[in-house]
């Protein structure tokens, strides 16, 4: 299975403030990556697809970058709505296994 | 509007069974491969289930393979997760989704459903 690890677990930061976060992949996936926001008692939120790609309706302050093994998940500008949960996905391969997860919290 | 659904959760003793459904609506279901997603407590989110559009290949987590079934009814807009053998580890949120844009990622989410296993 492809193990897919987060760094870091959590992050505090300020409204305003630019927030970038990593997920790695134990194995190549090319560029299926997927990025989700998830908030307490929702339904998590695509974000990024194809480890780029923005979703229709999500804020252009999100961005995906990377291939291969490393990819990177950026929010340009932090907004109230962004604190929350943030999860990568492998897309590339059964079983489908996402990261652990990193926590965006108020400082 | 996209939704979907889900329904059939609750309290189940150890051991036990039950079916969760995923209705949807909103979208034109026969066309989606569909997927079943936990969150247990205080855990992060596990893919356990994918089903193509016409109900074959399936796919499994090792963690519910042989135990759980998925399956789905097109004519209906239901999709469906059998769930036998139940564990205390089987405790968790459960999310019908929908395959998304890439490759197997998830653009719609239901609101997830609690199950709950416990004596």
């Known amino acids: 299975d492809i193990q897919m690890t987060q760094s870091p677990s959590s992050v505090s930061a300020s409204v305003g403030d630019r927030v970038t976060m990593t997920c790695r992949a134990s194995?190549?996936?090319?560029?299926?990556l997927a990025w989700y926001q998830h908030k307490p008692g929702k339904a998590p939120k695509l974000l990024i697809y194809?480890?780029?790609s923005l979703e229709s309706g999500v804020p252009s302050r999100f961005s995906g970058s990377g291939s291969g093994t490393d990819f990177t998940l950026t929010i340009s500008s932090l907004q109230p709505d962004d604190f929350a949960t943030y999860y990568c996905q492998q897309a590339n391969t059964f079983p489908l296994t996402f990261g652990q997860g990193t926590k965006v919290d108020i400082k | 509007e996209v939704q979907l659904v889900e329904s059939g959760g609750g309290l189940v003793q150890p051991g036990g069974s039950l079916r969760l459904s995923c209705a949807v609506s909103?979208?034109?279901?026969?066309?989606?491969?569909m997927n079943w997603v936990r969150q247990a407590p205080r855990k992060g989110l596990e893919w356990i289930a994918y089903i193509s559009t016409s109900g074959s290949p399936t796919y499994y987590a090792d963690s519910v393979k042989g135990r759980f079934t998925i399956s789905r009814d097109n004519a209906k807009n239901l999709m469906y997760l059998q769930m036998n053998s139940l564990g205390a580890e089987d405790t968790a949120v459960y999310y019908c989704?929908?395959?998304?844009?890439?490759?197997?990622?998830?653009?719609?989410w239901g609101q997830g459903i609690l199950v709950t296993v416990s004596s």
């Open positions: 909103g979208f034109t279901f026969r066309s989606y491969d």
């Open positions: 989704a929908r395959d998304g844009s890439g490759k197997y990622d998830f653009d719609y």
């Open positions: 194809g480890a780029s």
């Open positions: 194995q190549g996936i090319s560029s299926w």
